[in-house]
């Protein structure tokens, strides 16, 4: 994958230090790893879709195809975000209310995204930045958080 996005990176002709940032950007990070296999594995598919997007937006694709994979990490995140839910059910966390309306609050911008960038109101580049840094940031703090309680619950249980 990572060489595919240099690729079509280059194509575009971005400064050298553009290319650097995107690649790291589009590859996936420990930090990313929260401990927990199914909502791990889950967000490397999230992940994955996200570099979907910045790789067609690369290569040139059509906006239409853009506006498919956009659509596709919605339906993802939408599956995702109960999936996670159910975990924190079945665990009785009790941020549950919290991080649900984290999560509603993030279904709600990407819709108003697809709309806005369906109406040429803003950039590829703007979608791509503001799903990634919330990926990175959820994960690496809200979702990371859950894990961390799951774990040290086992622990105690195992103790
Ligand atoms: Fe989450």
């Known amino acids: ?6 690729i079509v990176a ?3 002709n971005p400064t050298s230090r553009h290319l650097i940032l ?7 990070d420990q930090k ?3 401990g927990h296999d199914r909502i791990d594995a889950e967000h490397r ?3 994955g879709l996200i570099v979907d997007f ?3 937006q690369l290569a040139g694709a059509p906006k239409d195809k853009l506006l498919r994979i956009l659509n596709e990490i919605s339906k993802y995140a939408e599956f995702h975000f109960v ?7 079945d665990f009785g966390y009790i941020e549950l209310e919290e991080h649900q309306k984290l999560h509603q609050q993030l279904l709600a911008e990407v819709l108003d995204k697809y709309y806005e960038f369906k109406h040429d109101m803003i950039h590829a580049d703007g979608i791509f930045d503001f799903i990634f840094l919330w990926f990175a940031l959820h994960t690496s703090r809200e979702d990371k958080k859950l894990a961390d309680c799951i774990k040290l619950d086992q622990a105690q249980i195992g103790n």
């Open 1 to 6: 994958m990572k060489q595919s996005i240099e």
């Open 10 to 12: 280059k194509k575009r």
């Open 22 to 28: 995107i690649i790291q950007m589009m590859t996936w």
């Open 32 to 34: 990313f790893e929260v």
């Open 45 to 47: 598919i999230f992940f």
């Open 54 to 56: 910045k790789e067609a």
């Open 83 to 89: 999936s996670e839910e159910n975990i924190m059910i």
